[in-house]
Structures are given as structure tokens and as C-alpha cells.
């Protein structure tokens, strides 16, 4: 039998006893009603791999930290015993600019790590929600993504190498620090979204790009969803070099630059990086788009306005009261459809709906509130069954990324994986056999 | 199954009797594929579908005999060469393209697919798949996701891992599992990137969901002439900070240029030290306006002379040279030895100039043609097997370049996969830790030794220590540097 009490003494010998935190300081760890017995903040990889293997020994079970920005994401643990806070590691290990690559602590966040960046006129193009706040780890973990996806890709794409702590403690790297390798098994890819369930992520190194010249966009403004989506295939659908198409919808629309005076139902973002002459060229082509497909304004954002409109994007679903998030994932040209009937679900239930999609990527962020007297929380398990069943029928799925515990024990916050549920049930048995590593947090009870 | 005839007689019945191959000289065009190793297999089996597919693999299974899936056979490492006791199993036969989404952006193919030939079929929509191995017009795309396959092209459009979406697999119990798709980052692992690029090793991918892209608008090429090396490699560097990512950047040297002019005439100057290929593409707005901004950063790099293609012509001219350049060797000398390591690009010069060094002291020739914008070196070290030692010696020279790659802060292979051909070197980059992680993969995929057996990973007990050459290298047969 365990004796909780004395849980933290078990970490005595590995940490110092201000990286060993219990009592009141754990409030702020509180997952799904669950308050872990101790929550550790190692300053180095070997720390992460003395505490893994002390809760591998003990048959403790291990939630990772990183900004706390995400920990919606996942089931309720099945089992939570120690919050592993892993912002201490947050040091740029490696940074030579011309090789573009850098190689960085897990625990870095964004912001810290593009301010470095940014000084050798570089950056890395990953722009997930609470880029302030969020870890570099925690953005692999959960291979969150932003805008920028739609010219750069996602965490996937960045990556180059990353180092873990296992289950029982032991590190091991995959991949490496050049921008091409086929050397043994794409391990990264398997960590990456994986929600730490199979290792620790402790260290990335990573692609970065060169600052573009210049910045531009334009917002167009459009009377429907439907029209706003006609618009986005549009632009798709020609060879303009642009870095970022995001339909905006619902409430979503007000949070945009001059977003409040408008009625329209839908906006569309079209963003481009590079030298003037293209930025002028992709700007005017997708006016005339814009305007062909029944746009009631089209608005230039100014060069020095572009990166707050980015941030909006990435943030705009999610702001403020927001009680529900979810990702949902189809097509591209299902996209304009799925937030259509989204907005028509969340009429029935009164819940005021914003979506914002990244729509190359069939991406598509959405946030809801409601009344006091609307959100109970069988009312919202019910209607984000309903919102998957949606999804589904359109060859989708819904992944909800964020809700009150009461509504998250009453519905899964995954939905089926689409495919190869046993293999990574697999996966998990090989990595994790005992459990360890974030016990029922993923898809299918992993 | 001990008995072969019965199992002749079951595969027929499976794929139809003149698709299994059994006769000892019909076996023999099967032995290699486009590295040194050979050994003839069991049986060849080509299935036409997925249910075929499906059907072998569990009858193998069942039986315990060994699999080996197959492309094309262009593969550089050794990772199609069968084992006398395995069936081979090319999928040349599945090569039909099952669908284009336009709007989508999306294509659905079987492994048989010839990489160019998907982009020859998808230009008539303005789109094309974007990885592009100088093998383009034979290799497939199922072999690009077993080795997850780079080119010239992927240096600012990633590689083939970048371009996949989903995958249709058969695994070696014969069990068929589709992952990801055309819908994104649907939950659960990203099963489709832990497959790509593990060398038949976790599955056999029977349908592949590709992302293809718009032709660019324009494309501009460049030929950079240098009196030495150091000077280009500098170049490189310099372009590449100066936040210039080109959609290709390659580089010969003067033996290349020996060998590649005379036969080839793409204009490359016999008594240039080095050349440089620099190709732009996108928008027309976007290519006018980087071209001149290259056109001065390449005259300043020290450059005795800058060439841009003007025409169609005279662009498939410049890449011809870079694309056929290894049949080539056979003018300088008939063996070669291909490397495929990979530095820091700021490292390369470093790289460079230690293989030169090497192969001089030890009486080697040595050529590099190589992706030089991302750092992806290919040594070619020339000798003469004729000569006794000589084929150790380059393979001992060879060794020890990866060795310095590694240390140099890269990597063994950037697009040609560690196969059979770089098994021993593995220990250099991974530990024993590093690899058994990769070795749970497989075992979670529920390949216990049958699904591509001995590739990629060396043997329990050679793990831990490094071993200079591979004895299945230096065994190779008589002719088998071409």
C-alpha cells in the first residue's frame, strides 16, 4: 500500500527541496477534480529521468506540465499522482543561425524562443493559441498549430530531432539536428501529438526560417458562411503563394481588426510574406476573389497590422468566456459546410458559436458560450455528440480541447481514433506497459 | 511450408500462376536492387491488390517465411535485397492512380505508381507531387514512403513524410489497418509518419494518400562557376543566411564535371573546381524578383561566372548533367562506392575537405555531386575492384567518412535509408537505448522477424559496438558497381 503522506520524500534524494512542491501549492495542478499527492519541477533532463524512475518503480502516475495552456486536451487521468512542471527546462542549447536550426529545452516557451530568434532575423513558424504561455514540449505533445500551417505545416514539419525520458526512465533521442535524416525509424513523428503517453518530451531541435521581407493581408468580409467558404477555395485553388487562409465565423468575426462593425456573418483572411511585388500580386488576386464571390468589404491590413491579425486568428475561438473548444478536422471543402451546420447546432441550443479554419488543412478551431441556464452539463455532453455526429457525417471528427469537468466526464474527449486503434494500443503496451505516463488521458482509454 | 511446390501452388492461387515466380533463372533479374548487395529469394509473389497482398503476407506468416517488398528496385542501401529463404514482393503490378481531388489537393495511389509518372498524370489539373528522387522516372511511390525518399526539389518543399496523408497497410500477420487520411490530424499517434521511411520494416503500404501542389508559375535556373571548392561551398552558406531558400541548390565538383560533360554537354566548364545549381520557382512576381537578388549574391560569392538558363532547353540542359551524373563514373573509373551523409550546412566545407584528404592519402578517387542546400552530401569514391584491396579500402574510406559526418554534428543516411548497406554504422549515431525504442515500434506493428528481416537494425550483440565496415558490403559479387 501506498502511503501518500509520504510520497514527496521519495524525491528527496533526486530534487531540491524547493523543486519538490506539496499541501496548498498543488491547487494549481488540479485536473478534472483530481489534486496529484506532489508536483516536481526538475531544471534538467536527468532530473525528469531520476523522478521516471522512481514512479516506475513506485507505480506512480505521471502527468506532464508544460504552460498549462492545453491541459483541456484528454481524458480525465485514470490515475494522477505526481505533476512533473517542466518549464525549468527552458534553455536554447544549440542556436547556429546559418545552419537554420536550433536545438532548445522542451520547457522553452514560444514567445522566449522566437524573441531569440527574431534578434538573428529568423523565426520558427509555429502560432498555436497562447503562444505567451505555451511550452515548446507541450506544442509537440499536443502538436497544436495556428495559421501559419497553411504555408509551413505543423509541429511535424519543424521538427528534427527530439530527445525523451521513457516510462522508466531511461533518454533516448530520435532523429538529429540536420534537416534531412532517414536514419533509423521517423521516431519523432510518433512523439509528436502523442500527449506524452509514451515518453517525455525533453528536448527539440528544429527548423526555423528566415524572417520574411515584408508582411501583408487583407480581411474580406462576406454575407455567409457559404460565400466566405466559395471564396477560400478560390484562392486554394490558384498557385498564389499564401502563408495563412483562415475562414473566420460566428462570433469569431468580432474579434477581428474592425470586425466589431461589421454584420457579416464570415470573414476570410488571406495573408502573404515575401517581397512587395508578390504580396501586392496574391493581395490583388484574392480581391478580385473575394469580390467575384459576393465579399460586402474587403479591407487591406496594414504591413505593421499583420502579425496581431495572425495572433487573432490563432486566439479568436478560444478568447475570453469561451465554456466549450474543439478541433475539428475535414476536408477542405467540406470546411464552409461543417461551421454552417455547426452555427445551425448551436442555434437550437442557444450557445453563441465562433470558428475559425484553417481551411487548406480542413482545420477548423470553434469555441462556445452560453447562458447561465443553458449550461448544464448534460446539455453540452449532449450537444457535442451531436456536433461529432456532424463532423463524422462529413468524413470528420471532433476532438474537444477544452470543457468543464462536469461535461468531460460525461463524454470522450476524442471520439474514435479513425484508424489502427490496436496498433497503438500496441504502442502504448511496448512504451508504457505499467502506466506511468499520463494513464487514460488518450484516445481509446490509452 | 517446407515443401516449395505447395507453396508455389497456394501463391498461384492467390495472384494467378504467372505471377509467382520460381525458376532459378527467372529469380536471378530479382537478386538486387540498386546498391551492391545481392542474394536471389525463395519465390517472387506480385499481387495485383490489397487483398492479395493480404493473402501472401498471412500465408507467409502462418508458414514463417520471411517477406521482402519491393518498388522498383532502385533503392540505394539495399532494402529490396532478398534473403535466398524470403519471398520477394514487388509491387509493380498495383500502379494505378485510384483518385484525384482537385480541390482537395489530394491524390490516392498504389505503391506501383512511378513517382514522375503521377505528376505527368495530375498537370492537366495544374498540379503536381513534389519530391523528386533523381530516380524519379522509375522509382515508385510506394519505395519513396518505405525509404522516405528526399531530391533536389525537397529542399524547400520537404520530403516525402511532408507529402504523405494517409496510408492503407497490410502487416506482416497479413492484417490490413488504414491510418490517417485525407481528413487531418485525426486522434491518435500519427501512425502514417512512424511508417514512412521505415523501410518495409512495420508494413507494406498497398494505398498512399499523397498532397500534391500547384506547378509553379515560373521556374528561373542558375549555373554558379567556381575555381575551387571552398569558394562554393562559402556561396552556399552565404545564400542560405542571407534568407534565400531556393527551391533546389546543388553542387558538382571538378571530377563530376570530367565525367558528366563530356557525354552529357550541359556547358559545365572542364576546368571549373566546382558548379553550383541554383533554381528558383513560384510566383512569376516572386521568381523576377529573387532572381535578381541571387544573380547579385552569386556574383559577389566569387563566382567566375553566372549563367541563367533562358530557355526550357537550356534548363533541362544544366539539370541533366546534376540528374545523370552517376552513370557517368563509368568514364573515371568502374567501381563506385555512394554515400549518403549529412552535415550541418555550415559544416560542409569541413566534410568536404576531409574526404578529399582521405581518399588522396589512401589512393582513392572521390567525386561529390550532392544537395548541397541542405547539407546532404554524396561522396562517390572511385576505385577499380580489379585492383586487390582496393574495394576494402573504399569501403574502410567510406566508413570513415559517415564517422566524421556523425561527428560533425549530422547524420548516416538523408534519403537513401540505412537498408542492409549501413546497418553496421548505426551504433555511430544511436545508442543501444535510442535503437531498442525503435525496436518497440516493431514489435508493436507485430513484425517478429518475418516483414523485411536483418534491415535497418543490426543484430543483438553487434549493437553496442562500432564496426568499421559491413561484411555484406565487402562481399558483394563481381559487377556490382555500375
Redesign the interface.
Known amino acids: 500500500m501506498q502511503q501518500p503522506r509520504t510520497l514527496p520524500t521519495l524525491f528527496q534524494s533526486s530534487l531540491p527541496s524547493h523543486s519538490v512542491h506539496s499541501g496548498e501549492g498543488l491547487e494549481p495542478y488540479r485536473l478534472d477534480g483530481l489534486i496529484p499527492e506532489v508536483a516536481l519541477s526538475p531544471k534538467d533532463e536527468e532530473q525528469v529521468a531520476s523522478i521516471l524512475s522512481i514512479c516506475h518503480a513506485e507505480g506512480l502516475a505521471v502527468v506532464p506540465w508544460g504552460g498549462g495552456t492545453r491541459m483541456g486536451l484528454g481524458n480525465a487521468p485514470a490515475r494522477y499522482d505526481v505533476a512533473l512542471l517542466l518549464t525549468g527546462l527552458n534553455r536554447v542549447l544549440e542556436y547556429q543561425p546559418e545552419d537554420l536550426t536550433t536545438t532548445v529545452q522542451a520547457g522553452l516557451t514560444l514567445a522566449t524562443l522566437d524573441a531569440e530568434l527574431r534578434k538573428e532575423g529568423q523565426f520558427l513558424p509555429l502560432d498555436p493559441v497562447g503562444y505567451d504561455r505555451t511550452t515548446l514540449g507541450g506544442v509537440q505533445a499536443s502538436a497544436a498549430s495556428g495559421p501559419l500551417r497553411h504555408r509551413y505545416g505543423t509541429a511535424r514539419d519543424q521538427t528534427i530531432g527530439i530527445r525523451v525520458v521513457h516510462a522508466d526512465g531511461t533518454i533516448t533521442k530520435a532523429g538529429g539536428k540536420v534537416v534531412k535524416n532517414v536514419t533509423g525509424y521517423d521516431m519523432n513523428k510518433l512523439y509528436i501529438g502523442s500527449l506524452g503517453t509514451l515518453g517525455i518530451i525533453v528536448e527539440a531541435s528544429l527548423k526555423v526560417m528566415p524572417l520574411p521581407a515584408s508582411e501583408g493581408a487583407l480581411l474580406a468580409f462576406f454575407p455567409s458562411i457559404e460565400t466566405a467558404g466559395e471564396a477560400a477555395l478560390g484562392v486554394m485553388g490558384t498557385s498564389l503563394d499564401t502563408a495563412f487562409l483562415s475562414l473566420v465565423a460566428g462570433e469569431a468575426v468580432h474579434e477581428l481588426p474592425g470586425g466589431r462593425s461589421v454584420d457579416g456573418a464570415a470573414a476570410l483572411a488571406v495573408g502573404a510574406f515575401g517581397q512587395a511585388a508578390p504580396i501586392a500580386r496574391v493581395l490583388r488576386d484574392a480581391t478580385a476573389i473575394c469580390n467575384r464571390n459576393g465579399a460586402a468589404e474587403v479591407a487591406t491590413v496594414s504591413s505593421n497590422e499583420v502579425t496581431n491579425l495572425r495572433r487573432v486568428l490563432a486566439e479568436a475561438p478560444r478568447g475570453g468566456s469561451t465554456t466549450l473548444m474543439a478541433r475539428l478536422g475535414v476536408r477542405p471543402e467540406s470546411v464552409a459546410g461543417l461551421i454552417q451546420s455547426m452555427a445551425e447546432l448551436s442555434n437550437k441550443y442557444s450557445f453563441n458559436f465562433g470558428a475559425v479554419a484553417h481551411i487548406s488543412h480542413g482545420i477548423v478551431h470553434s469555441g462556445w458560450t452560453g447562458k447561465e441556464g443553458l449550461m448544464e452539463a448534460q446539455r453540452q455532453a449532449t450537444f457535442i455528440e451531436e456536433a461529432r455526429d456532424v463532423a463524422r457525417a462529413e468524413g470528420g471528427y471532433l476532438v474537444l480541447e477544452s470543457a468543464p469537468p462536469g461535461v468531460r466526464a460525461l463524454v470522450d474527449s476524442w471520439g474514435d481514433a479513425r484508424g489502427g486503434q490496436a496498433l497503438m494500443s500496441n504502442l502504448k503496451q511496448q512504451f508504457d506497459p505499467t502506466g506511468v505516463l499520463n494513464p487514460g488521458r488518450f484516445v481509446g482509454g490509452i | 511450408m517446407k515443401n516449395s511446390s505447395d507453396l508455389v501452388k497456394q501463391l498461384k492461387a492467390i495472384v494467378g500462376d504467372e505471377y509467382v515466380v520460381h525458376l532459378p533463372e527467372d529469380l536471378l533479374v530479382f537478386e538486387r536492387d540498386g546498391s551492391p548487395e545481392n542474394e536471389v529469394p525463395r519465390l517472387v509473389v506480385l499481387p495485383d491488390t490489397t487483398a492479395q497482398v493480404s493473402q501472401v503476407m498471412r500465408l507467409a506468416y502462418e508458414n514463417g517465411i520471411p517477406v521482402v517488398p519491393r518498388g522498383a528496385g532502385t533503392g540505394l542501401s539495399g532494402g529490396a535485397v532478398p534473403q535466398s529463404v524470403s519471398i520477394l514482393m514487388p509491387l509493380s503490378r498495383m500502379r494505378r492512380v485510384l483518385d484525384v ?5 489530394t491524390a490516392v495511389v498504389e505503391p506501383g505508381v512511378v513517382n514522375l509518372d503521377l505528376s505527368h498524370y495530375t498537370e492537366k489539373y ?1 498540379l503536381h507531387y513534389v519530391p523528386d528522387p533523381s530516380s524519379q522516372k522509375a522509382c515508385t511511390i510506394g519505395g519513396n514512403v518505405g ?2 525518399a ?1 531530391g533536389p526539389h ?1 529542399l524547400a518543399y ?2 516525402t ?2 507529402h504523405v496523408l494517409g496510408l492503407e497497410l497490410v502487416l506482416a500477420d497479413g492484417t490490413i ?18 511508417v ?3 523501410e518495409g520494416t ?1 508494413a507494406v503500404a498497398t494505398k498512399i494518400t499523397v498532397r500534391l501542389m ?4 515560373a521556374v528561373k535556373t542558375f549555373l554558379a562557376v567556381y575555381d575551387d571548392m571552398d569558394t562554393a561551398c562559402s556561396a552556399v ?1 552565404m545564400l ?6 531556393p527551391a533546389a541548390l546543388e553542387m558538382l565538383d571538378n571530377l563530376t564535371i570530367q565525367a558528366v560533360e563530356p557525354y552529357v554537354h550541359a556547358g559545365y566548364p572542364l576546368d571549373a573546381g566546382a558548379v553550383l545549381l541554383v533554381e528558383l520557382d ?5 521568381v ?3 532572381s535578381d537578388l541571387v544573380g547579385n549574391l552569386l556574383a559577389e560569392s566569387g563566382a567566375r561566372e553566372v549563367r541563367r538558363a533562358e530557355t526550357e532547353e537550356e534548363r533541362q540542359l544544366l539539370w541533366a548533367g546534376r540528374k545523370g551524373a552517376f552513370g557517368a563514373f563509368g568514364r573515371i573509373a568502374p567501381n563506385y562506392y555512394l554515400l549518403d551523409g ?5 559544416r560542409l566545407l569541413e566534410a568536404l575537405r576531409y574526404a578529399t584528404d582521405l581518399c588522396a592519402e589512401r589512393g582513392l578517387g572521390l567525386a561529390n555531386v550532392f ?1 548541397a542546400g ?3 552530401l554524396h561522396p562517390i569514391i572511385l576505385f577499380d575492384e580489379r585492383q586487390p584491396g582496393k574495394l576494402e579500402l573504399a569501403m574502410r574510406a567510406g566508413g570513415d567518412i559517415l564517422k566524421k559526418c556523425v561527428e560533425l ?10 537498408g542492409l548497406e ?1 546497418l553496421a554504422y ?1 551504433p555511430l ?3 543501444p ?6 525496436l ?2 516493431r ?4 513484425n517478429d522477424g518475418l516483414l523485411n528481416p536483418d534491415k ?2 543490426p543484430k543483438e550483440g553487434e549493437v553496442a559496438e562500432y564496426i568499421p565496415q559491413s561484411a555484406a558490403v565487402l562481399n558483394a559479387g563481381t559487377g556490382s558497381y555500375i
Open positions: 481531388d482537385v480541390t482537395n489537393r495544374g525509404e522516405n528526399g525537397c520537404g520530403v513524410t511532408n489497418v488504414e491510418v490517417g487520411g485525407d481528413v487531418r490530424d485525426a486522434p491518435g499517434y500519427d501512425l502514417t509518419g512512424t514512412v521511411g521505415s512495420l500547384p506547378l509553379p508559375e552558406t542560405i543566411g542571407k534568407g534565400l531558400v513560384g510566383m512569376d512576381e516572386t523576377k524578383v529573387e549529412v552535415v550541418p550546412r555550415t544537395h541542405d547539407g546532404n554534428g549530422g547524420v548516416l543516411s538523408g534519403e537513401h535509408g540505412v549501413k548505426m549515431m544511436f545508442t537505448e535510442d535503437m531498442k525504442a525503435m518497440k515500434v514489435e508493436a506493428f507485430g535497418v537494425f
